[in-house]
């Protein structure tokens, strides 16, 4: 599969530099980087951007984040993106501004784009506690039994806040035989990686 | 539980009037009731040979069943039932009302700790481990996940029975408490989690520990 650029995008890059002067257009790719990678709310307001000329601003700042997003999708190294912008003849410090955030964020782009779409409940994490049965409505005396309650779940990237996904409750033999199938799945995970 | 309530003790009455045997067939009936619930014509068999009145024998095998309940949820000791004597119990009938009650201890206590709130248990996991190859947003990728199916329930059952076969041969009642949950992780994260909970585990075998369940005396 080949990546062609919409005239839109290609309007927006070749006025970086031509449109827009070039230091803005380096605070302006800046940005577009910090749109791809976070949410709005993490990235401060740059009016400078949009002061002179906001509809162009936005279209470019559209097509550098585009650009970005389908080089990352299409799994492209510094050198094929250099050459697909070359083709539609940007600005040479523009396009070296481009490659040049595009290699110093790849893995971070490739992380955002591996992230985008639908999956299960990932699970990173495991908390839990230990109780004891002391006493209860039941019985005034408790067994004594021990209980774990896990919860799994995951730390949220952007707030560091913790997402439970399940909670449940064993006792030690069953964490003992949950722990032994988790165990099981290591194994195989470490059969197939190694080399043959 | 040393000492009778007002009411239990006037629908027990019965008891300290009649011989031992008596008391043992009221013993079964009471436990009867226990498997099977009330039975009127066994009462009215049991009140024909113990010469009495049915409408007497139900509630004194009632009263029995408190009696096992009570002296089950505060573990009483058989030295403290010997205080039933001040309430007029012959030492036979106070050792067959001995019997009953410690005989039926592991039933009744099972039962309550089953009326106690239901959380749900680990009872099993279903794995695959699967290679994300491509996505609509990366086309190229090569990356392991493992999706994790967790059974739950909040029954729990012994580890002899066939988890998952279980449940087709169980009540639809039964099968509702049993719950599934599907999830992913990596393999990275599998090791960190297996780590965590193994830490957890050894928790539960410190010297520590035993201290405290020592101290909370259970």
């Known amino acids: ?196 | 539980m040393a000492v009778l309530r007002n009411e239990q003790r006037e629908h027990l009455k019965i008891l300290r009037e009649k011989s031992p045997e008596a008391v043992v067939d009221l013993c079964k009936l009471a436990i009867d009731y226990l498997n099977n619930g009330p039975n009127e014509k066994k009462y009215s068999a049991v009140a024909k040979k113990l010469n009495t009145s049915q409408d007497l024998v139900q509630p004194t095998i009632e009263a029995l069943v408190c009696l096992l309940i009570d002296a089950t949820k505060s573990s009483v000791s058989e030295a403290d039932f010997e205080n039933l004597k001040t309430s007029g119990f012959s030492l036979d009938q106070i050792s067959i009302l001995w019997q009953f009650v410690s005989s039926k201890r592991i039933f009744v206590e099972n039962i309550l700790r089953a009326t106690s709130p239901r959380e749900f248990r680990f009872r099993d996991l279903e794995w695959r481990l699967d290679g994300k190859i491509a996505s609509r947003s990366l086309l190229y990728q090569a990356n392991p996940i493992i999706i994790i199916k967790l059974h739950l329930d909040t029954e729990q059952v012994s580890e002899h029975r066939s988890v998952l076969g279980a449940k087709r041969d169980e009540s639809k009642k039964k099968y509702e408490t049993a719950k599934q949950f599907l999830l992913q992780t990596d393999p990275n994260n599998l090791v960190h989690i297996i780590d965590v909970l193994e830490r957890a585990l050894l928790e539960s075998k410190t010297h520590r520990m035993r201290d405290m369940l020592k101290a909370l005396h259970v």
């Open chain 1, 1 to 196: 599969m080949t990546l062609s650029l919409s005239n839109e995008v290609v309007e927006g890059l070749k006025g970086l530099g031509v449109e827009i002067g070039i230091e803005l257009s380096k605070k302006l790719i800046a940005n577009a980087v910090k749109l791809a990678l976070y949410s709005d709310a993490n990235i401060p307001s740059n009016p400078e951007i949009y002061a002179t000329n906001p509809a162009f601003a936005k279209q470019s700042e559209y097509a550098v984040v585009t650009v970005l997003f389908l080089a990352t999708k299409y799994g492209y190294d510094s050198q094929k993106l250099r050459n697909l912008l070359e083709q539609h003849g940007l600005v040479a410090a523009v396009l070296e501004e481009i490659v040049k955030v595009y290699d110093t964020n790849k893995k971070d782009l490739l992380i955002n784009n591996l992230k985008i779409g639908h999956s299960l409940p990932h699970i990173t994490d495991a908390e839990w506690r230990l109780t004891c049965d002391v006493k209860s409505s039941a019985s005034d005396k408790g067994s004594g039994d021990l209980t774990y309650r896990i919860s799994l779940g995951r730390y949220r990237e952007k707030t560091g806040e913790r997402e439970s996904t399940v909670e449940f409750v064993c006792n030690p033999e069953e964490l003992q035989s949950f722990i032994g199938r988790l165990k099981e799945i290591e194994r195989h995970c470490e059969k197939i990686s190694a080399p043959k």
